[in-house]
Structures are given as structure tokens and as C-alpha cells.
């Protein structure tokens, strides 16, 4: 199956980047502007997740209820939602539609009307998101694991706090959609079926004449702490921890996920295997693989029983730092095997392959083909894979608990 991979860069600095994928139906499109919480006012965190959930309530000619419901009529999918750096609006649809649907985001991204009437309902769906994160112990230790890891503002809460949403004003949405939602830094993918010519005329159409001004550069505070605890009357204990991997962008991003993913991907991995199945420590464990653009984390995570705590962390910290001595051949090609079904899924999904297409533009500057991305993992050698960790040996650097009592940290490597 042939792969070809569009690009181009509009003079206002918009990114379009598409992949035909003419054996599908659909098309799904990715809209990414650099509207992140790490542009968050300090005092006011929460003001991009506010202004991703204004401009849907009214834009263009159409109030609220008209967008939503000319998006229903075309059959579509759709979602958004806030990263560090920027934010992203997916639709799904049947490919004839796709001129359709086009200006109805141009209107929500260019012209929304963000009326003052509509700010307290959507100021409540930010704060119920805040409140959930608070009622979910394994949300909040990661969120707060993220936090502490990532230097300020990069491991910011996305949906900000119960004590700066509500100071958020109207003005500060608007300024915020002024200088965030605009083509410098903004990135539009599309995959599924659709002309290439036809897709570069709309795009010209409804946002050429698009304009914005140069990104303003983050400054970056210092890290947390090493360890927190969050004191809660709970039987339970849950646990985060994070040790430095390399971002998505770097050479040996391919035997770094691989090593993540012998980890703690699946009920194979060796956190799971170790700390669940032959001990019995706990009722949940995981690791994953984060990346930002520059710097990256494996985030771990386990909720267990109170009384198990302290050797739930004592041996995940075991595992991650035994990492460094190797992974076996065995490891290795059950991770292939991963790989290879998720890019076949990723084959026959449009929604997945828009997102994925302008991650990787983000990221790299340019984009993986799937058949890149498959010859890559075929190609990758054991001994690249402990080459890479001997060179790059875990360490875990941030931890934080959840639970009645705080527990005894020890990173010292043994």
C-alpha cells in the first residue's frame, strides 16, 4: 500500500499536512492552534481550557445550538482538548462532507463570539472538570506527579484549579483566543478520502487571509520537589512516579518507548509481572511513555491498599532502576508485535491518523509514514535497545503518594 504525505505552508504560517487514505469512506480532520495551558496567565490558570470551551457557543452566523446541531447533521465526531503547548479539534465524517465542515471551523476558530452570557455555564463545565480531577485519587497524583516533574508552566493542571477559574473574566478569554488561536504555530492535518487540490483550495479559502503574530517565548521556573504527599482517610494508597526519558524528536526516541513499554505497557510488562501477579502489591499498576517537544517522562502509577504502600514503591523503584542491566529478546519482540497491530489500526482509522499526522509535524518538523515507522521497529536490534539504556539508565527523579500517611522514598540506586 502506497504511502503519500502532503504538505504545505501557507504564507500566514498555517501547516496543512494530509495522507489520502482513498480505501476509507471518511475524513477526519485535526485542527491544532497554539492555544496550550503554558500560556495560562499565572493567576488565572484555566484560561485556555475556558476559551477551548467558549468558542463553540456561538460563531459565525450560527449560535450554540445551530453549530452542535449542523455537526449532527453531517453524521460527524467530534471532540477537542487542551495540551501543554496547544489546542486540538478533531471531526470525523463521511469524506462528501468535508467542504462542509471546513468553514464551520474556520467560523469556530476565527469568529467564535465568546458572549458574556454564556461564560458562567462554561466556566461550570471547567470547574466540574476540576472537581472530577479532585474526586479521582489516580487523576490527582498524576496530575500532581506532572506538575512537579516538568519545570512551570509545562506541567501545569490543564483545566486549572478551584481557586483561578473563577477569576478568570471575559476579557481574559478574549485576549487569550486573539493571541492564541491564530495560523503562527498552528498545524491542520487530514487523512481519509479527499482531493489534494480541492483540500488546498478550501483551506486557502476559509483561512488564507488568517493573521497573528509571532509566539511569545515560555520561561521556565524550576522543578518541584522530589516527593509530596497528599494526606487523605483512605484505605487506599496511590502511587506516581516519573524518571527522565527523551522527547519524541530525539534519535533514540524508538528504543526509549520500547524500554517504557517493557516497563509497564500490558499485562506482560514487568511492573505488572513483578509487582501485581508475583507479589500481589497492588490492584493497579502501569507505565507510560509522555512526551513534550524538549524534554519527556515514563509516568508510573500504582493504587493499592495502605498496608502495602511502602513495598508497592520500594519495588517499583527496583524494577525501573534494574532496567538499566537489559531487556531480553523475548521483551523486545512482544513490543514489535504492539507496534504492528497498532499500525494496522491506525490503517484503518482516519481520526487516528489526522491526530497522529499533526503530532508528528509538531514534534519533527515533518512526518512519519506508517511504513517509516514499521521499517524502523523491524530494524531495531536488541542491542540498540541496551545499548541505549546502559547509556541512559532509569533513574527515578519525582514520586508522590496519595493516601493516609506519607512513605519512606528511597533513590538511592542499588
Given amino acids: 500500500m502506497s504511502e503519500t504525505i502532503h504538505v504545505r505552508q501557507f504564507d500566514n504560517g498555517l501547516v496543512l499536512v494530509a495522507e489520502p487514505m482513498p480505501w476509507l469512506g471518511s475524513v477526519a480532520c485535526s485542527f491544532r492552534v497554539p492555544g496550550g495551558y503554558q500560556y495560562d496567565p499565572p493567576d488565572r490558570l484555566g484560561t485556555a481550557e475556558l476559551t477551548c470551551e467558549m468558542v463553540f457557543r456561538g460563531a459565525g452566523d450560527r449560535d450554540s445550538q445551530a453549530l452542535i446541531g449542523h455537526l449532527d447533521s453531517l453524521g460527524a465526531q467530534y471532540g477537542e482538548s487542551v495540551g501543554t503547548a496547544g489546542a486540538q479539534f478533531g471531526v470525523a465524517l463521511l469524506a462528501q462532507s468535508l467542504p462542509e465542515v471546513l468553514p464551520l471551523y474556520a467560523d469556530v476558530l476565527r469568529r467564535p463570539w465568546l458572549p458574556e452570557e454564556k461564560l458562567e455555564q462554561a466556566r461550570e463545565v471547567v470547574l466540574q472538570e476540576v472537581r472530577a480531577v479532585e474526586d479521582e485519587p489516580a487523576h490527582k497524583v498524576l496530575q500532581e506527579l506532572r506538575r512537579l516533574y516538568y519545570p512551570d508552566p509545562l506541567g501545569r493542571p490543564s483545566h486549572g484549579t478551584l481557586e483561578s477559574v473563577p477569576r478568570i473574566t471575559l476579557e481574559d478569554v478574549r485576549q487569550f483566543h486573539g493571541r492564541f488561536y491564530q495560523p503562527q504555530g498552528a498545524i491542520f492535518g487530514v487523512a481519509g478520502q479527499f482531493d489534494w487540490d480541492q483540500l488546498q483550495r478550501l483551506v486557502e479559502q476559509h483561512f488564507g487571509d488568517w493573521s497573528g503574530d509571532e509566539l511569545p517565548q515560555i520561561e521556565l521556573q524550576a522543578a518541584g520537589e522530589r516527593y509530596r504527599h497528599f494526606e487523605q482517610d483512605s484505605q487506599q494508597t496511590h502511587v506516581a512516579v516519573a524518571f527522565p526519558t527523551v522527547p519524541y524528536r530525539h534519535d533514540d526516541y524508538f528504543p526509549a518507548a520500547v524500554a517504557a513499554s517493557v516497563l ?65 529478546s523475548e521483551e523486545l519482540q512482544r513490543v514489535k508485535a504492539q507496534v504492528k497491530s497498532r499500525l494496522v489500526m491506525q490503517q484503518e482509522s482516519s481520526s487516528s491518523r489526522a491526530g497522529t499526522l499533526v503530532g508528528d509535524y509538531y514534534h519533527l518538523g515533518r512526518v512519519r509514514s506508517l511504513a517509516e515507522v514499521q521499517q524502523r521497529m523491524d530494524c531495531l536490534i536488541l542491542q540498540e535497545v541496551n545499548r541505549y539504556l546502559a547509556e541512559n539508565p532509569p533513574r527515578v527523579t519525582t514520586v508522590v503518594t496519595l493516601g493516609p500517611s506519607p512513605l519512606e522514598v528511597n533513590l538511592a540506586v542499588p
Fill in 264 to 328: 509497564g505497557r500490558g499485562m506482560s510488562s514487568r511492573l505488572f509481572t513483578q509487582v501485581r501477579e508475583r507479589r500481589g502489591l497492588c490492584y493497579a499498576v502501569w507505565a507510560s511513555y509522555h512526551t513534550l517537544r524538549d524534554r519527556a517522562a515514563v509516568l508510573c502509577y500504582a493504587g493499592t491498599t495502605a498496608d502495602r504502600a511502602q513495598q508497592t514503591l520500594d519495588v517499583m523503584i527496583e524494577q525501573i532502576h534494574h532496567l538499566a542491566q537489559g531487556i531480553t
